[in-house]
């Protein structure tokens, strides 16, 4: 019988305790792994052990594919109709709001975000998120066809089946309820692995899965390392869907390893390097804010952070002014603290990995106007980081970097801004800001992503639909879009009177 982790708190946004099953959820079961190995997880902020989780591996995977396959054909998929599967997604919705305050303080622990961060977006978004697709399950509608009077044609939307799901430590929770959401929606029977730096809350949600009555196998959980867990549900010939949020480096393993196995679906949320394009009838002030919030939000670790920010010439003495200030002034530091902005990086691989980045942008001849440095003495703290003066070749402007780092870029007409901001592998997101709608809209047109904000960053609803343009991704993820990764699409014809003579 695995381990229960207890863990106290006393800060000054949350006190309380909270248990996490540390085993791998499969059949509806708590159980310890089959190759009895641990996985350590961190806290970022002092960078020393919270406590072990199992680790899973292949043989778990199989156990968990024959449960979640038994449960489709038996108890879950279209043997549990659509109010029923409502049902649940609700009562587990409730139980996470019964539950958001640890669910939040869970995540500022194993991530680093802020607690208040947490609390209002991460775990309110993800609550919604799971009712939004509670009210889909008795809504997924086929279609009738008009051929010929004398047939009856129609379209069903079947669940697909056992689908895996692999998410990663950036918005552990969130990740989790995009992903569940719409598969459970439908019916179709969940693996999941979350991210082995993150694992915490999802264990948590595994428990309130549990408690709201989903019939056994229908939901699983593994955690496990990448290479081996991963690989192993992404070669995995029982499973007919894999969702994948991560790398692009990872997200073409997962194409390679399903072309190789039995052509499951693939759908992929890959990384980006978005644009955020500040015109001069922009309004100074709030552009200032949203930019600085599209790149230092989450500390910089969102997929579609804005992490060039384009600024016409005639306003950029005055844009950079404001920005640096505001830069400067948000506060870095402990997570539960209530004033702070930005915690820690979430591990000391991205940690390196981000100092690399500010090391190569110094090297390459660009200027630093803030930041570029660590913060404190232990855990993983960067300071919010300007660049400046750099040239569309360097490293800092191709490539993401995934923390607290932006470049500035000056530019002079709008349609040069269009082939600058587009000037990227990616195509995950983008900002516009101007007062000129007229303007907005058709540089909003121009650009190659999927999502587009206008005077506005980082806004993002379980109805409004995710994805990327380009190496950014395949596929969408949210809204009524999500629905159509995890059914498959059968057309039934039937004879009236169409005889044969
Ligand atoms: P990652 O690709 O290293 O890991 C993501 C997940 O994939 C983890 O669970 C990891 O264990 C697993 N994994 C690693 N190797 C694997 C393999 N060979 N086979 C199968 N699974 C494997 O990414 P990360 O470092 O956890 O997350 C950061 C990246 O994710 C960034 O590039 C970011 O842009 C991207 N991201 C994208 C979105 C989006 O919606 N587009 C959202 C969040 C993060």
């Keep these: 019988m695995p381990e229960t982790y207890v863990h106290k708190f006393d800060t000054p946004t949350f006190k309380g305790e909270i248990s996490v099953p540390l085993g791998l959820y499969i059949d509806g079961k708590w159980v310890d792994g089959s190759s009895g190995n641990k996985i350590d997880v961190i806290n970022p902020s002092n960078g020393k052990l919270i406590t072990k989780i199992t680790e899973g591996s292949p043989k778990d995977v199989d156990l968990a594919v024959a449960a979640a396959q038994k449960a489709f054909d038996t108890t879950w998929g279209l043997h549990k109709n659509g109010f029923e599967r409502a049902r649940l997604l609700q009562k587990l919705g409730d139980l996470m709001e019964q539950n958001a305050d640890k669910l939040a303080a869970l995540e500022a622990l194993d991530n680093g975000k802020t607690f208040n961060w947490a ?14 697709y509670a009210g889909w399950a008795d809504k997924i509608l086929g279609q009738t066809i008009e051929t010929s009077e004398a047939k009856l044609v129609y379209v069903r939307h079947e669940p697909i089946g056992v689908v895996a799901q692999i998410i990663p430590w950036n918005f552990p929770l969130q990740m989790m309820a995009w992903k569940i959401g719409p598969a459970l929606a439908t019916g179709c029977s969940v693996i999941l692995k979350p991210s082995e730096f993150t694992p915490l809350s999802a264990l948590f949600v595994a428990q309130l899965i549990h408690e709201a009555g989903f019939p056994a196998g229908s939901f699983n959980l593994i955690n496990g390392y990448g290479h081996v867990v991963g690989q192993a549900l992404a070669e995995h010939n029982g499973i007919e869907k894999i969702a994948f949020t991560g790398s692009t480096l990872v997200g073409r393993k997962i194409m390679e390893a399903s072309s190789k196995s039995n052509l499951k679906k693939v759908t992929l949320e890959l990384g980006g390097k978005s644009p955020s394009i500040v015109f001069d009838d922009a309004d100074l002030e709030q552009a200032v804010k949203w930019a600085a919030f599209g790149i230092y939000y989450n500390h910089g670790q969102c997929c579609c952070a804005g992490s060039r920010i384009f600024v016409h010439e005639k306003i950029y003495d005055q844009f950079m002014q404001r920005f640096t200030e505001h830069t400067k002034s948000l506060k870095v530091g402990d997570p539960f603290d209530p004033e702070v902005f930005q915690g820690p990086q979430v591990s000391q691989q991205q940690y390196d990995r981000i100092m690399g980045y500010i090391k190569s942008g110094k090297e390459e001849g660009a200027t630093i106007v803030t930041g570029g440095e660590r913060l404190g003495q232990e855990g993983y703290y960067i300071q919010p980081t300007i660049f400046t003066n750099v040239k569309p070749s360097m490293k800092i402007v191709r490539e993401e970097i995934f923390g607290p780092v932006c470049v500035v870029i000056k ?29 907005a809209l058709s540089t909003a047109h121009k650009i190659r992503a999927g999502t587009v904000w206008v005077n506005t960053a980082n806004m993002l609803y379980p109805q409004v639909p995710f994805g990327g343009y380009k190496q950014s991704g395949i596929g969408r993820e949210l809204g009524e879009y999500a629905l159509a990764n995890y059914t498959a699409v059968k057309a039934v014809q039937v004879n009236l009177h169409l005889n044969l003579s």
Excluded: E, P
């Design 411 to 439: 530019f002079k007409d709008d349609d040069d801004i269009v082939a600058m901001a587009n000037d990227t592998i990616y195509g995950l997101a983008a900002s516009v800001y101007s007062q000129n709608v007229t303007r």
């Design 119 to 132: 609390r209002t977006t991460d775990v309110d978004h993800s609550i919604r998120c799971i009712r939004y």
